[in-house]
Every structure is written in structure tokens, then in C-alpha cells.
């Protein structure tokens, strides 16, 4: 299995600022995702990181608010811009490995609070 | 669309045996998976299946009929630490995981 780690762990921040979060896996990975929990609720797919190219969103998500950066097959960064309270959330980075990508892991996520 | 449902949340005394059930709709498959998330943490691997049929994994089973698109994940002698959320996700055909809402079991003891 991939050892995933994120930085940081947690963070409390102003509004109208940015935070570039970090993911570093153990192992080369092809597909490596980012993800989004709120409150509560079940993970939301922010987009798909790509290496060398630029990332795949999804919808209601957009490269403007959520740069994502991804210049190896073990490192990505995934920036959350001019944050706002709604933004508070858990951000999980997540990796897919394995023949058929039937293994797929998490980070241990990084809690964001936006006051 | 694409759609996977679980029950909300349910409860389950310690010792006993709880089965989880997980419907599914979804553009292609390519696997199901079963984790678990404790409070304020990232979800942790615990099954994946493929073909049809039950995998056991000690105290933890996992079902799958993909002509009904129906899983289930099967817990035994069950323990105060399996208080968790449970999560039903689908690979899709694009190879992206489609999540279910989580089922939240409470374990009394």
C-alpha cells in the first residue's frame, strides 16, 4: 500500500488569503486525486492531478479557485484561493495504484478552518 | 446519472453482527469498495470486489452482485471501535470513484 502524507495537518486562516497544501506519496502513482469533505457529508471530487498537464476538474470546481500543481509522480499541491468561510472543509489527497487502480488510498487529510 | 445509496445511519450492540447494504447505479464499473472513516479522519481501505460473490476478511465481509448492483459489507463481533462511518464507492468507467453518502453505525454496548 502507498504511504501518503499531507502538510499541513490543519490550519486556521483569514479570508480573502491562500493555502497550498501539500501531498507526498511514498511511491510512483499515476492517478492522484483531491478531494473535499465538509461537515458531515460524503467526499466530493475537486479534480484529478495530472503529471505534466494541467489538472482535470470537476464540476463546480474551477482552476482558478483550486490551482493544482503535479510536477512528479509522487508530489502535488492543491491550492484553495481568496478563501471564504464556506471553504472550511477537509482536504484529502487520495492516490490510485494497482493493475486495475483497485487500490486506492488516503492521505490523512488537512482540516482548514476559514474565519 | 449516477447514483449510490446506504442508509443514513444504524445501529448495532456490541457483539452482534450488522450488515451494511449498498445500492448502485452508475456509467461502467470496475469495482466496488468498502471503507471506514472514524470522526475527524480520512477514510481507511477496507474491501474491494470486482466479482460476484463475498471476500471475508477476519471480522469484516464484503458481498457484491453486480447483475443487481448490490453490495453489502457483513460485520462481526462487532466492537465499540467500529462506531465509524461507512462508505460505498463505486470505480466507474472512467475509472473515478462515485461515492455514497456514508452510513453511520452506532454501536451500543
Known amino acids: 500500500s502507498a504511504v501518503i502524507s499531507q502538510k499541513p495537518s490543519r490550519d486556521i486562516c483569514q479570508r480573502g488569503t491562500s493555502l497550498t497544501i501539500q501531498c507526498q506519496v511514498d511511491?510512483?502513482?499515476?492517478?492522484m486525486f483531491w478531494y473535499r469533505q465538509q461537515p458531515g457529508q460524503s467526499l466530493t471530487l475537486i479534480a484529478t492531478a495530472n503529471q505534466g498537464s494541467e489538472a482535470t476538474y470537476e464540476s463546480g470546481f474551477v482552476i482558478d479557485k483550486f490551482p493544482i500543481s503535479r510536477p512528479n509522480l509522487t508530489f502535488s499541491t492543491l491550492t484553495v484561493s481568496n478563501m471564504s468561510p464556506e471553504d472550511s472543509s477537509i482536504y484529502l489527497c487520495?492516490?490510485?495504484?494497482?493493475?486495475?487502480?483497485?487500490?486506492?488510498?488516503f492521505g490523512p487529510g488537512t482540516r482548514l478552518t476559514v474565519l | 446519472g449516477q447514483n449510490i445509496d446506504q442508509p443514513t445511519e444504524m445501529t448495532a450492540t456490541e457483539g452482534a453482527i450488522v450488515q451494511i447494504n449498498c445500492t448502485y447505479q452508475t456509467s461502467g464499473f470496475n469495482g466496488l469498495f468498502w471503507y471506514q472513516q472514524h470522526a475527524g479522519e480520512a477514510p481507511t481501505f477496507l474491501s474491494y470486489n470486482v466479482l460476484d460473490g463475498l471476500e471475508e476478511k477476519g471480522r469484516f465481509s464484503s458481498f457484491l452482485s453486480r447483475s443487481k448492483g448490490y453490495s453489502y459489507l457483513l460485520l462481526k463481533e462487532l466492537q465499540m471501535k467500529d462506531s465509524a462511518s461507512y462508505l460505498c464507492a463505486v470505480l466507474d468507467s472512467n475509472y473515478q470513484l462515485i461515492w455514497g453518502a456514508g452510513t453511520k453505525l452506532i454501536i451500543k454496548p
Open positions: 511511491s510512483q502513482v499515476t492517478m
Open positions: 487520495s492516490v490510485a495504484a494497482g493493475d486495475s487502480y483497485n487500490e486506492q488510498f
